[in-house]
């Protein structure tokens, strides 16, 4: 029987691509394999035209964008992978990626593709008619002008400059994840769409480019809808960004040519993007890590922000984009040691036995060492099973340590945020940063302790989560 087709199947995350073209130089092929293969890249148009533009700032910035082209997707993919109906010739994904001034990390901003936005007086290149400034959904930009219109119009929403630009399509995404050998995703339950064809089981997925493809566009699993959508994005980049800089085949001359040639061919970039480019960048970032990578979504005051004639968008929360966008354009991590923006230094309380505590690192993403404050009652084992309950990555196996009056949670400062999860849990005990402590936080339990409270990871919908609260590469892959 037929795959079931949608009206207008959107996808998202050709991202991937993107970052990698800037990774692959970091391998010892070296500058002649580039240049023999980046004569397959398809230039465009990105800049033309465009005036009044913002300032530029310190570092590189980016435009990626994911486009609803099929033109080079044949029919039995189509079928396959469920991608049916019409191409709406629009940007699906869209993402601004920086690149900080010393190359040493990547921040990726997600721009919801229904952002309400004025566009800018411009041409319609389908009509080829002059239009004044006109309320659009920012995904629309490309329909009515194209790349220049795009960038015109992500500029204006957030005020960054952008440098380069950078475009990919489905077949290119699917060849992407083909070629470097499928991308690894977990997930804490099932996930299937019926849409997108995406079917996976609890626990850890191996996918292919197909599967990838379903995963990252799907967009029935939950009620988060397009947010939850790019959550997944960013948490699928940052397993390529893991598995390119993982992959000692790079190394091999062979086989970076075959990941180059399939990653340099597929995209489209602004002409500026040139070879040189690309392997200046490449040498710059030699060392690249998913921990050198963090991820954020702009901010978000209405999900259904109703406009004549238009439908329902999404209209920002235009204080805190603001704040947002100005640490891209002062080359500011997104995520500071007080956790970033929305976040704070004190932990969240806990809402008692029956309510489960938001949080907004998931527990099963916060790995504890229980030591026990009193070895001969066997605290700690039941402390250990209880944090285990609520979803922490425990040890299971309890340590002995001096009694003290109070519980302690030491941790390194890097993993701020998850001590604070943990914190939520155990809302008395004091926060003890210990630098160079890792990845494993300690709960010493004191003669204070009285009961695990429960937790639960935040739903940015229900909860009123700041959405755009950073997270880097490696706190969200699998372990």
């Known amino acids: 029987m037929p795959a079931p087709s949608v009206k207008r199947p959107r996808w998202g995350l050709r991202i991937a691509t993107a970052l990698s073209l800037l990774l692959l130089a970091t391998g010892g092929a070296g500058y002649f394999l580039l240049s023999s293969i980046g004569s397959g890249i398809h230039r465009v148009d990105a800049f033309g035209g465009i005036s009044d533009r913002p300032r530029e700032g310190h570092g590189l910035n980016f435009l990626v964008a994911g486009v609803d082209r099929r033109d080079s997707v044949s029919e039995e993919e189509r ?6 109906g ?18 040493g990390r990547a921040s990726v901003v997600s721009i919801p593709r229904d952002s309400y936005i004025e566009l800018p007086p411009h041409t319609n290149r389908a009509l080829g008619e002059r239009r004044t400034a006109h309320p659009a959904k920012v995904n629309a930009a490309y329909t009515h002008g194209g790349p220049p219109l795009t960038v015109r119009a992500v500029e204006k929403l957030s005020g960054v400059h952008i440098d380069h630009y950078v475009e990919i399509d489905f077949a290119a995404f699917m060849k992407t994840v083909d070629v470097v050998g499928g991308v690894q ?32 566009r799907a967009r029935h699993l939950d009620g988060a809808s397009d947010m939850g959508r790019m959550k997944r994005q960013q948490r699928f980049l940052a397993a ?27 995209v489209r970039t602004d002409a500026s993007l040139d070879t040189g480019a690309v392997f200046a960048l490449g040498k710059a970032l030699h060392g ?24 329902t968008t999404v209209k920002w929360d235009e204080e805190r984009a603001r704040q947002l966008f100005d640490r891209l354009r002062e080359d500011r991590p997104l995520k500071g040691r007080d956790g970033g923006p929305g976040g704070g230094k004190e932990g969240p309380k806990g809402k008692g036995e029956g309510k489960a505590t938001p949080v907004e690192v998931p527990p099963e993403r916060v790995r504890v ?39 302690v949670i030491t941790y390194d400062p890097g993993w701020d945020r998850s001590a604070r999860s943990l914190a939520a849990a155990l809302p008395h005990a004091q926060l003890r940063p ?21 937790v639960r990871p935040a739903d940015p919908i229900l ?11 490696d706190e969200v892959l699998c372990t």
Not at 434 to 454: F, I, N, W
Not at 464 to 470: E, F, N, Q, R, T
Request: net charge negative; aromatic share 6%; proline share 4%.
């Open 86 to 103: 019409e191409p709406c010739n629009c940007t699906d994904a869209l993402m601004l990626v920086h690149l900080s001034r010393d190359r």
């Open 185 to 216: 995703v977990c997930t804490q339950r099932p996930l299937r769409d019926k849409y997108s064809g995406l079917d996976l089981p609890a626990g850890t997925s191996s996918l292919d480019g197909g599967e990838a493809l379903a995963y990252v």
């Open 369 to 407: 060492q229980v030591a026990n404050g009193t070895a001969e009652d066997g605290l700690g084992g039941r402390v250990d099973r209880s944090l285990a309950r609520t979803g922490f990555s425990t040890t299971g196996s309890p340590t002995t340590a001096e009694q003290t009056d109070r519980t």
């Open 288 to 311: 690249f890590s998913p921990g050198s990578s963090e991820f954020a979504t702009v901010p978000v005051a209405d999900m259904d922000y109703e406009v004549p004639g238009l439908g």
């Open 463 to 473: 909860d009123g989560a700041d959405v755009w609260s950073a997270v880097t590469g």
């Open 79 to 84: 079928r396959k992978y469920r991608l049916g």
């Open 240 to 266: 390529v960004i893991d598995k390119l800089t993982g992959t000692s085949g790079l190394m091999n001359p062979l086989r970076f040519r075959e990941v180059g040639s399939t990653l340099l061919g597929s």
């Open 434 to 454: 210990d630098r160079g402590h890792g990845a494993v936080m300690t709960v010493t339990l004191g003669a204070d302790h009285e009961k695990v409270h429960r």
